[in-house]
């Protein structure tokens, strides 16, 4: 992945200079201000990428980030919790540090409603704040209704730890408490949701933790989908390790996961209804509510944005970006939203000081785990176009490969997790 | 030194989906899917030695002991075959499903059809 570079910056603070019209920040006062809500990692690279470009380009950024959580628990890594092999701390995060190392103001409140003409946002705490750019980096919300009986009380019996926390928390009393010899069975929704791969990185991950303390447990997955991305390697992996405990349903056998029987703990499709001890319902998905609530999102639920600056195309003056953005062929992940960020902010600090926006360099990395000392990667490269955001490259882990590769891929992820991290909250 | 991962026998899961019920002459949906990888014999694994064929060669459905539908089946179907086809009610009885690996195993499924 290419980063900025401090001659890049200072490039682009130099075409600042040379700007014929004065900015319109020039005009109005002498700090811009940039909000940004949501503290996950998209809005959170945002904040600090607005930052560091802020003062190398010599524009004077006041940037706020909006964010209720005092802590953040990053759901990348978060289904090595539930294999038991890491402690909720250690993938568990404090703010403080943007406000000690950048100057990031942090509201610790709830962003309730978005005035797009007024250039306004309303806090639950009755606060308003103005600003001249806007990002909202609001993550997930999921689809109501669609899930007969799935609603905020069916979370607590079937959790869907989807958000990592206390759902996650919930999820692995659930299956410490599930005796040996029971089922937990997993819904899977259709494209796109959140990390692709993940509903099945966790029955992996659960597997290993049955295949040490539960070894006759199964695990059924009931997919929205009839294929999924890194599958050959899954199977491969589930074969190896897991021999006959996972089984994989896809839509085109069940119709799909249509209602839930929490009283049953069942789930429902059209020909069959699936009883388990344990059940995790990951539902289908939308552009969190803020962004509904903004007018942001299209009717599929996600946000239209500018493939380059992500700004949205429907309400100019306004970023949306990581998992609530339709951005194209990029996955929802936090590796995709942090690329993303970085050229939102570039992109909101070329405006500011009237400069043209640099390309965005789009990319993901992923790793997935599949036991403890067995993970396969991708890494893919993006281009924005005109019909939108486009794949240009992808390298992913093979079939075949020798345990040593597989462990030195392993190696790999918490190396990259901890500079990640180290970097988002350090 | 680079160790072999092994994949040990796995064990075939077959599912079928049919409506316990059916009215006399109503056309149903049987679908059939069985988690196998259908090994093409093709691959070769990290040692360079060829991993041996292992596919699902035949399915067969029985209805009231008479074969109804059956396929043959080749390296080149994809893993984990489904096959969804539509049979008419006639009486009620039994469907038997039976699916044929490289080898001579057989994995079997019935079920009870109730024709009102």
């Given at each position: 992945m290419k980063r900025w570079t401090r001659r890049q910056i200072g490039s682009l603070a130099a075409g600042a200079g040379l700007a014929v019209a004065a900015p319109r920040i020039a005009r109005a006062r002498s700090r811009a201000r940039v909000v940004v809500l949501g503290g996950g990692v998209g809005g959170i690279v945002t904040a600090r990428a607005l930052a560091t470009f802020g003062a190398a380009s010599g524009a004077k950024l006041d940037v706020t980030l909006v964010e209720p959580k005092r802590r953040y628990t990053t759901c990348f890594f978060s289904n090595l919790y539930l294999a038991g092999l890491r402690s909720i701390e250690t993938i568990s995060f404090g703010y403080k540090n943007l406000s000690a190392r950048d100057g990031i103001n942090i509201s610790p409140d709830a962003a309730l409603s978005v005035d797009a003409d007024g250039r306004k946002v309303g806090l639950r705490n009755g606060a308003v704040l103005s600003y001249d750019r806007l990002v909202v980096a609001p993550g997930i919300a999921f689809r109501p209704?669609?899930?007969?009986?799935?609603?905020e009380a069916a979370e607590q019996i079937m959790p869907h730890a989807w958000n990592a926390g206390l759902q996650t928390l919930l999820l692995r009393r659930q299956l410490e408490s599930m005796p040996d010899g029971g089922l937990f069975a997993i819904a899977v929704p259709p494209n796109p949701y959140r990390c692709p791969p993940a509903p099945y990185e966790r029955a992996s991950l659960v597997a290993y933790y049955f295949k040490q303390f539960k070894p006759r447990a199964k695990i059924l997955i009931l997919d929205g989908k009839d294929s999924y991305f890194e599958q050959d390697l899954f199977e491969d992996a589930w074969r190896r390790h897991?021999?006959?405990?996972i089984e994989w349903l896809p839509a085109q056998f069940t119709?799909?996961?249509?209602?839930?029987d929490v009283k049953g703990k069942a789930l429902i499709t059209p020909g069959q209804s699936y009883k388990a001890d344990v059940v995790n319902v990951i539902p289908p998905q939308m552009a969190g509510l803020l962004a509904q609530r903004a007018g942001l999102a299209q009717e599929q639920g996600w946000c239209p944005v500018d493939p380059a600056t992500f700004e949205s195309s429907i309400h100019p003056g306004i970023h949306v970006l990581g998992?609530?953005?339709?951005?194209?062929?990029?996955?929802?992940s936090a590796f995709a939203a942090n690329t993303q960020a970085k050229a939102c902010a570039a992109a909101i600090v070329a405006v500011l000081t009237g400069v043209k926006a640099p390309v965005p360099h789009l990319s993901g990395n992923c790793y997935t785990m599949l036991a403890a000392a067995d993970a396969v990667a991708s890494t893919s490269v993006f281009k924005a176009t005109e019909a939108g955001i486009a794949l240009s490259d992808i390298a992913v882990s093979k079939l075949g490969e020798s345990a040593e590769t597989r462990r030195g891929t392993m190696q790999a992820a918490n190396t990259w997790y901890a500079a990640f991290t180290g970097k988002l909250f350090g | 030194m680079s160790d072999r991962m092994i994949t040990p026998n796995f064990t075939p899961l077959p599912r079928v989906q049919i409506p316990a019920s059916a009215r006399h002459d109503e056309q149903f949906a049987v679908k059939i899917l069985i988690t196998h990888p259908m090994e093409t014999g093709l691959r070769k694994d990290s040692f360079g030695e060829v991993i041996p064929r292992r596919i699902i060669n035949t399915f067969i459905c029985r209805y009231g002991g008479e074969v109804v539908f059956s396929v043959d089946m080749h390296e080149a179907v994809s893993a984990n075959p489904f096959i969804e086809f539509f049979l008419r009610a006639t009486d009620s009885g039994t469907l038997e499903f039976e699916w044929h690996e490289d080898g001579g195993a057989i994995m079997r499924l019935q079920h009870q059809l109730t024709v009102t």
């Open positions: 209704g669609a899930i007969e009986g799935y609603d897991y021999p006959g405990m119709g799909g996961v249509k209602a839930v998992d609530a953005a339709d951005a194209g062929a990029m996955p929802k | -």
